[in-house]
Each structure stands twice: as structure tokens, then as C-alpha cells.
């Protein structure tokens, strides 16, 4: 009897763990909406929370019948006994957990194609990669399937790849899915004029830095809480993604000359870049980790904007994308013993690994919008625009009195 009540309290334990997680990386899908509310213009800000509702609402649903079975086997189309089992519902809080991620996919993509892109195509969009894509690369990684990717990584590379907390898993697919939705819907109207830049300004500090904020705290339980039971926590974990962070945060506080924007957003380029190697690095080595990442959003952001004439809005492509994928080669890098790492890595593996999420997530872009483009369309015509995603959409504005006379 002792036993049972033992193992009862044990998987107890690890429900209440997971359930917690979820929770704050729920509370991240906040952050991504005030983010991407304060850096949009004021015509655009409703679209921005409905949108990242919406999403996560079909990423739920998908994600429950398709996604999860998909990425690790696991049906939950059978009675509730069956659910609880003999783990106090261990396998559906994972599926809550790991839900908040997959839910990143069309988080993350929507600020990069904000203010011009039509509402239903996206959610249709959303539903693919929560569903399908995410799920399909989930168990090559993570789930049922990783043996047939990660045999083959060891194989060649002499170590399974090693992404802790997802920053190639999760960041680097959604920032490189998000890459062909912005390139074929084109730049916003009056963004380049002539082949000039005409930067169009953010809308609400004080709203970004809160989405900041939100998304800096969550973090916590999307590394932490990677885990998945609670005897496998690590401080070690909290203390890298903290020190990532604050990386990040001081090295775009110098690389961007105190520029409000970058310094929010350089405090979650540590985090994304922290995400994959959390477990296995020093904390100094995190620092740098986070710091690098910072640096590389800075300057490629502007590379993106005025050099490629890439018109991201939120630069979704380089701060998840390609910080994420820095993310898979740092852990690599840092995580040998050598370095104080764990060790257990190698350079050779994380690249092939953050390669194939590379080419996996371009492919799945260009060939989900590439379709969707020519079928219904992706972006809202010239007068919606103009107008506002807000009226020509949701027929009501961020600020209706201002409209009363």
C-alpha cells in the first residue's frame, strides 16, 4: 500500500510539474501578442491579439487529434478511465505541454506577416503546421520517429542531435516556415518606394516591452519544465536560460546603441539561442550563446530590411529562425567537455540536424502559402489594407472612441 501511494505521488508530482509548465508557456502566447501588438501600427492591433487567439484555439484542436498521435503515438479517442490510467493523466498533460510549443508555430509566423496577410488563409495555415509539419519533424526529434533521423545522425556525426528545449524543434521551423509566407506575400504598401526604404515606425513601446517581459518569464517553463518529470529538473537549465537572457540583453543594449526595440527583443534572441543546448552548457558559455544570438538579430535584421528588402515586421526570420538555428550549432560548440560542458555532442550532428530543419520548414513554407496563394489568396487588397486589418476584418478598431464624435 505504501508503494502505490508512493508511485501515486510520484506520477502526481510529475502531472502538477508538467501542468505548471504549460501554464507559463501558455502565457508566452500573451507575450507574443503584445509584442506583436506594439510593433504594429495602431490600424493593425485587434487583427494582432484575434489572430494569436485564433491560432491557438485551432492549434488545440489539431494538435489533439492529428499532431500528438502523430508526433508520438498517442491516441486520446478512448474513454476517460483510459486517459487518467495509472499515471493520473501524465500522457494528456504532456500533450498540454508539448501543445504550447506546436502553438508557437503560427505565434511566431504571424509577426512576420503582419498587416497585410488575410485572416481565414492563415489559420488555415496554422492548422497544417500545428497538425502536420511540426508534428512530422516533433517525431523525428522528439518522438516515435527519432530513431530513423537521429540513427543516422549518429551514424555520421558520432552523437544523436541534441535540442533540449527547442531551439531548432520549435524557433528555427517556425522562423524559416514563416520566411516564404513573407517573401510571397511582398512588403507592406509604402514600405519600399523606388527601391528605397521607408521604415514604418512601431506603434507602442510600452506594449512591446510587455510582450517581452511576458514571453522572458514563460521562457522559464518552456526550458525548465523540458524535463518532463520532475526528478529530472535541472538548475542548472534556469540559471542558462537567465544568464542567455541577460546576454542577449546587454549585448543588443551596445549593438544597437540603446535602441528600446532591439534591447526587448535581444533579451528573447538569448532565449531562443539558449533553448537547444540549456541542459549541457556552462552558464558563461550561455551568456555568450545569448549574446551572439543578440548580435546576429541586430545586424541581420537590418541586413533583412534594408539590404534584402525583406519586409518582416516583427524580423521573425532572423530572430527565430536564424537564431534558432545558432541555437542547434552553439550546443554543439558549448556543450563540449572541453568548454565545461556536459559533452555528449558533437559540431557535426547539430549542423546536420539544424540543416535538415532548415530545408524541412522551406519546403513546407513555400508549398503551404505557395498554394494557398494561388487558390484563396494570402493578402488582403489594396483598400483593406490601407484601411486597416482591424475594420477591413474585425469591423471594430483598437480605439472606437476614437471615432465618436
Not at 500500500?1 to 501558455?26: E, I
Not at 507575450?31 to 504594429?40: I, K, M, N
Not at 519544465?225 to 537572457?245: D, F, Q, T, W, Y
Request: overall charge neutral.
Amino acid at each position: 500500500m505504501n508503494g502505490m501511494s508512493m508511485a501515486t505521488l510520484a506520477s502526481s508530482s510529475d502531472v502538477l510539474f508538467l501542468m505548471l509548465g504549460a501554464v507559463m508557456v501558455f502565457a508566452m502566447h500573451a507575450g507574443f501578442a503584445f509584442l506583436e501588438v506594439g510593433t504594429v501600427r495602431k490600424k493593425n492591433q485587434v487583427n494582432a491579439f484575434v489572430k494569436i487567439l485564433t491560432d491557438w484555439s485551432v492549434s488545440t484542436v489539431v494538435y489533439f487529434l492529428i499532431g500528438f498521435p502523430i508526433a508520438y503515438g498517442i491516441s486520446f479517442l478512448k474513454p476517460v478511465k483510459e486517459l487518467l490510467g495509472n499515471n493520473q493523466g501524465y500522457d494528456i498533460t504532456h500533450f498540454f505541454f508539448l501543445l504550447c510549443f506546436a502553438a508557437c508555430i503560427p505565434a511566431i509566423i504571424s509577426g512576420g506577416i503582419a498587416e497585410r496577410a488575410k485572416f481565414w488563409p492563415q489559420v488555415i495555415a496554422g492548422a497544417v503546421f500545428a497538425g502536420l509539419t511540426y508534428p512530422i519533424f516533433e517525431s523525428l526529434i522528439w518522438g516515435k520517429n527519432c530513431s530513423l533521423l537521429q540513427d543516422f545522425f549518429k551514424s555520421v556525426g558520432g552523437a544523436e542531435f541534441h535540442d533540449y528545449a527547442g531551439s531548432v524543434v520549435v524557433h528555427s521551423i517556425g522562423g524559416w516556415l514563416a520566411l516564404p509566407a513573407v517573401l510571397i506575400l511582398g512588403p507592406r504598401m509604402g514600405r519600399y518606394v523606388k527601391g528605397k526604404s521607408h521604415p514604418i515606425p512601431i506603434s507602442n513601446i510600452p506594449f512591446l516591452a510587455l510582450g517581452s517581459w511576458i514571453l522572458a518569464i514563460g521562457w522559464f517553463g518552456f526550458n525548465v519544465m523540458s524535463a518532463g518529470h520532475l526528478e529530472k529538473i535541472s538548475g542548472v537549465v534556469a540559471v542558462n536560460s537567465l544568464l542567455a537572457m541577460v546576454g542577449g540583453v546587454l549585448a543588443a543594449l551596445v549593438a544597437s546603441k540603446n535602441d528600446p526595440g532591439f534591447v526587448h527583443n535581444g533579451a528573447l534572441a538569448g532565449l531562443i539561442a539558449i533553448c537547444a543546448g540549456s541542459d549541457i552548457m556552462h552558464p558563461l558559455s550561455a551568456f555568450v550563446t545569448g549574446a551572439i544570438g543578440s548580435v546576429i538579430f541586430v545586424y541581420g535584421f537590418h541586413i533583412e530590411q534594408e539590404k534584402l528588402k525583406i519586409d518582416d515586421v516583427l524580423g521573425v526570420w532572423p530572430l527565430h529562425g536564424v537564431i534558432g538555428s545558432w541555437g542547434g550549432l552553439a550546443a554543439g560548440i558549448f556543450g563540449q567537455e572541453a568548454l565545461w560542458g556536459m559533452g555528449g555532442v558533437t559540431f557535426v550532428s547539430q549542423a546536420m540536424g539544424t540543416l535538415a530543419a532548415i530545408g524541412f520548414a522551406l519546403l513546407n513554407g513555400f508549398l503551404v502559402y505557395g498554394a494557398l496563394a494561388k487558390t484563396v489568396g494570402i493578402r488582403l487588397d489594396p483598400e483593406q489594407e490601407f484601411a486597416g486589418a482591424d475594420l477591413s476584418i474585425h469591423s471594430i478598431g483598437a480605439y472606437p472612441e476614437d471615432h465618436i464624435r
